[in-house]
């Protein structure tokens, strides 16, 4: 290169970063300088990053800061998060003029230039997009394309596969010790690829890591959440997009991509990157990934491929984490493991439980279970924030102006501990809270117990940007605890160190290790 080039390209990096400093100040110094929040978070995003991103310990801070600054604060510079249940209902109302902030593209996106219905974000086109193809894939996660087996069936074969799973740990022995985190993890991923195209990935069957998937989420999950910390993402997409994921992977998420780039072929999916619309008339097999092909007509392969490996990641890795943290609570409260364990073996007794698995419609009269997974939720929401972008008029936020543009999350780890929505337990696990709120007469209307229920739902994100795996989430969530409590008996290995949960953008949950001992009356 010339020296003149030298120069030239000194000059505009210099003055790229002159701007970028200049905008950065003047979004700490005048826009947003009258929300509370910590002074560093408000200059830089860079502290975020090193202090909380990397260490897993975001979800903490959130709690800590909400206590300190009330119900809303800023996490960085164009960053304000919330735990005001009523806002973030708003956020997500139908004709809400929110839309996702352009967080979700550097966090959700699996390949350059193709988007997802978690990643569409960051312009009005793209809000667009995301409501269509939002309400096109509902009927799909309704699992109302599920059609022989239906969902539930195919969840319930899963849940068999697992009982014969944990039955071959223990075999003659009367006590066997497993990873729970693991096989938690193992368990929903093989749901999740049988709810798409009707075959499991082999993780239980196997008993193996099929392509040191999890091992590698594990290593990736810190290096992802600092990531999403840098306020110049939009520079280095070109760059990071280079590190994302591909079928062609010795390891790691690229390898369930290359299963799921072959269940598409199978299907006669032309998978290339031109812009050819995907074969509709391959997509007959009455399960979720046929759905998808018939209704949304007119999709490129591409996005597609992306839509169903975005299912996976979303669909595996929070319902194995709420499995997870309910066998937590459950293990260390044994009044609670005790009455959960009783209204399973009565529902036995009195026929009210089907087997060989109980049906979704019987767990709906089973309170304690339906409590118990309320409460876990509550207590361990997701620790990512869901930032959505204020529109241009900006909106008032528990007192607060913030101006259009900003960026305003969700401070769920908060929400689910505040002592004035919850009571002065909030921290406790206590499933009875939810059976006392039910058989509230004081209103005569139950509303108390809706409002908790509105509270907890909030998990799942609201409205039109709401979970499309919810239904699906907590049906494999209650079937499958109390199938486990039906025929075994848990209890952690080592009480000092029951597990370890780090919390980046989703759990990471490790170390579980419990005894699992065969009931004798199953
Ligand atoms: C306990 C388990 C789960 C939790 C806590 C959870 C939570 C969430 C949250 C917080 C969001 C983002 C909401 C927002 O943008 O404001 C989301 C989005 C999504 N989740 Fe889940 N999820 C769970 C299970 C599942 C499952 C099992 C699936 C699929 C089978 C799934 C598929 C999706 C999809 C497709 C979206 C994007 C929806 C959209 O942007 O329109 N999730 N989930």
Redesign the pocket.
Same mark, same amino acid.
């Given at each position: 290169m010339s020296s003149d080039w030298q120069t030239l390209a000194g000059f505009l990096l210099s003055i790229l970063f002159i701007l970028w400093i200049s905008r950065e100040f003047y979004i700490w110094r005048f826009r947003l300088r009258h929300i509370p929040g910590p002074f560093r978070d408000s200059v830089s995003c860079y502290w975020t990053l090193f202090s909380r991103g990397y260490s897993g310990q975001l979800y903490l801070w959130q709690r800590q800061q909400s206590q300190k600054y009330g119900r809303v604060f800023r996490t960085g510079p164009n960053h304000v998060i919330t735990d005001d249940p009523d806002v973030l209902r708003r956020l997500g109302a139908l004709r809400s003029p929110y839309i =996702?902030a352009e967080w979700y593209m550097d966090i959700t996106r699996l390949a350059r230039g193709t988007d997802t219905?978690?990643s569409l974000s960051g312009s009005p086109h793209a809000d667009k997009l995301?409501r269509e193809r939002?309400a096109l894939l509902a009927p799909t996660?309704a699992g109302r394309d599920n059609t022989s087996p239906s969902l539930e069936d195919v969840v319930d074969t899963q849940i068999q596969s697992l009982i014969s799973y944990l039955d071959q740990k223990i075999q003659n022995a009367n006590m066997a010790t497993c990873d729970f985190s693991a096989v938690a993890q193992y368990f929903a991923l093989d749901i999740?690829s049988s709810v798409l195209w009707s075959e499991p990935f082999g993780f239980l069957r196997d008993d193996v890591d099929v392509g040191r998937y999890v091992q590698t989420m594990q290593d990736f999950l810190p290096i992802r959440a600092a990531l999403s910390s840098l306020p110049i993402m939009p520079w280095l997409r070109p760059i990071l997009s280079r590190l994302l994921p591909t079928p062609r992977d010795e390891a790691g998420l690229g390898k369930l991509m290359a299963a799921a780039e072959r269940a598409l072929h199978a299907r006669s999916a032309r998978l290339s990157d031109a812009d050819g619309k995907h074969d509709p008339a391959g997509g007959g097999n009455g399960d979720m990934l046929s759905g998808m092909m018939n209704n949304m007509k007119g999709i490129r392969d591409r996005e597609l491929f992306h839509e169903v490996i975005? !299912?996976i990641v !979303? %669909?595996s890795d929070?319902?194995a984490s !709420?499995l997870r943290m309910a066998m937590a609570f459950l293990v260390v409260n044994p009044p609670a493991y005790r009455r959960l364990c009783e209204e399973i073996s009565q529902g036995v007794a009195s026929g009210k439980i089907s087997s060989p698995v109980v049906r979704e419609s019987e767990t709906r009269a089973m309170p304690y279970l339906q409590a118990v997974v309320r409460e876990t939720?509550r207590l361990y929401?997701?620790p990512a924030e869901?930032y959505k972008q204020v529109p241009p008029e900006g909106d008032e936020v528990a007192g607060y102006h913030i101006p259009g543009g900003t960026w305003l999350g969700a401070n769920l780890n908060s929400l689910g501990r505040r002592t004035d929505l919850w009571g002065e337990d909030a921290d406790l696990f206590r499933p009875e809270r939810w059976i006392e709120a039910a058989a509230d007469e004081t209103d005569g209307q139950g509303q108390r117990f809706r409002n908790m229920m509105n509270m907890v739902d909030l998990?799942? %994100?609201s409205g039109r940007?709401?979970?499309? %795996? =919810?239904s699906? !989430?907590y049906m494999e969530?209650t079937k499958t605890l109390a199938e486990l409590l039906r025929h075994f008996d848990f209890a952690a290995v080592e009480p000092t160190k029951p597990l370890k949960v780090e919390g980046y953008l989703l759990w990471l949950i490790t170390g579980q290790l419990l005894s699992v001992t065969r009931k004798r009356v199953a």
């Open positions: =996702k219905t978690l995301h939002h996660y999740i975005m !299912a !979303a %669909g929070n319902t !709420a939720l929401p997701l869901f998990v799942f %994100g940007f709401q979970c499309l %795996g =919810k699906l !989430a969530v």
